[in-house]
């Protein structure tokens, strides 16, 4: 919950980083968005400022509606018309349909699709307004802060992972399935959707009438919410780049949008575009991240999220393999299993192609040659072809450099 404080001779509104990946990537993304309304943010276990005037709430409401805009649609051109139209990511836990005449229709559900007069409310009550804490107080069961507010039913669209998983939520002890938190988690739940300084890839998987769509969220976890901030501040400015299926684009020139099918070849190409970007500045494994959270959604007929923990071992080890060359874009990205003899179907290479690439980016990410190799074995008569030039360099680099071997 957000507190007044007294600074000096001023109140203040204070919120305190949570410790759990979710959270404290919103904290952050609220102070991000605060800093560009020009508020000035301290950074201190948590993020304070003094409470948002009129014009300012107006601007972070327009902000907001900007993203949703950015961050929860994507272009499609139409079968029939051909007219390029915007359309939804329903892969994630946002939206809802709903029937008017024959005409079924999607919107945003929750903090983000309410009227941005209503938008406006809320902020003025959580960051702006001085809270009367004189009537019956409830306790959140996320923040475990107390609010005079009332309590919200905690969705997926407030915890991504609110339907399986509690563990990684600290203050929760429970394990009921459902939950309520205050008004500040819903807010704060809802907005991260619309971060732009999170890493993901999304991907459709068709097999004869049924299709799944998998997407991937990677957010770094790092204790230090000031450095969490420099961090994603330059993923913002000079890393990511917003697309239709990846906001992290390939390096090559090509003209067809390629995307990233797996959570290690994401950060595989990040790490990559990180290091052409803090190529002259000398501390490199200072500026990259190695402990992620890796957040999956996956729909076909239901909904699913996993979460999964990625501990990344000496990453200092890409600097040097940089130097030589780009693991994934010189050489997992032009790997691809080939029939040995006739009959495999398209399907089947392609399945394994994804297959081949996620275990050599995964073996390099994680340092493990035994994944790595699994990629070479033959299956359903296909064999790995891959660039040979670049195989050798990327095993003398990695493993037999400095007597690694
Ligand atoms: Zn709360």
């Known amino acids: 919950m957000a507190r007044r404080e007294m600074q000096g001779d001023d109140w203040v509104i204070r919120i305190e980083q949570y410790h759990d990946w979710w959270f404290d990537n919103a904290v952050e993304f609220l102070g991000h968005l605060l800093e560009r309304l020009g508020v000035d943010v301290v950074w201190d276990g948590g993020i304070s400022f003094e409470p948002l005037d009129e014009d300012e709430v107006e601007r972070l409401v327009e902000e907001i509606e900007r993203l949703i805009e950015v961050k929860l649609k994507y272009p499609k051109e139409s079968d029939e018309t051909g007219v390029i139209e915007k359309k939804w990511r329903v892969y994630l836990?946002?939206?809802?349909?709903?029937?008017?005449?024959?005409?079924?229709?999607?919107?945003?559900?929750?903090?983000?699709?309410?009227?941005?007069?209503?938008?406006?409310?809320?902020?003025?009550?959580?960051?702006?307004?001085?809270?009367?804490?004189?009537?019956?107080?409830?306790?959140?069961e996320i923040c475990s802060k107390s609010t005079v507010l009332g309590l919200i039913d905690v969705t997926q669209g407030v915890y991504p992972v609110s339907n399986n998983n509690l563990e990684s939520l600290n203050g929760v002890r429970s394990m009921k399935t459902s939950f309520k938190s205050c008004l500040l988690c819903n807010f704060l739940g809802y907005i991260e959707w619309l971060d732009r300084g999170i890493p993901f890839t999304w991907y459709m998987d068709k097999r004869g009438n049924s299709k799944t769509d998998y997407a991937y969220y990677l957010f770094p976890k790092i204790e230090n919410i000031q450095d969490m901030h420099q961090f994603k501040k330059r993923l913002r400015d000079d890393i990511l780049n917003e697309k239709k299926y990846s906001n992290v684009v390939p390096i090559s020139n090509i003209k067809k949008e390629r995307y990233l099918t797996d959570e290690y070849s994401l950060l595989l190409l990040l790490f990559e575009k990180m290091n052409e970007n803090i190529k002259n500045l000398e501390k490199w494994d200072d500026l990259v991240c190695d402990e992620w959270a890796k957040l999956l959604i996956k729909k076909g007929e239901l909904r699913y999220s996993y979460l999964e923990e990625i501990h990344i071992p000496q990453i200092e080890r890409f600097k040097k393999i940089f130097e030589e060359l780009l693991p994934y874009s010189d050489f997992v990205s032009h790997s691809f299993a080939s029939p040995l003899k006739e009959g495999a179907s398209k399907e089947i290479i392609q399945r394994l192609t994804k297959e081949d690439q996620y275990l050599m980016s995964k073996g390099i990410i994680m340092d493990d040659f035994k994944t790595f190799s699994k990629a070479f074995q033959i299956r359903q008569n296909c064999r790995l072809s891959t660039p040979k030039d670049a195989l050798d360099y990327l095993i003398y680099t990695w493993r037999c450099k400095d007597g690694t071997i």
């Not at 699709?113 to 001085?130: F, V």
């Open 93 to 140: 836990p946002l939206t809802a349909s709903n029937k008017r005449g024959d005409y079924k229709y999607k919107y945003l559900s929750g903090f983000l699709g309410k009227e941005p007069k209503l938008k406006k409310d809320i902020i003025t009550l959580l960051l702006s307004d001085q809270l009367n804490g004189q009537k019956k107080k409830k306790i959140c």
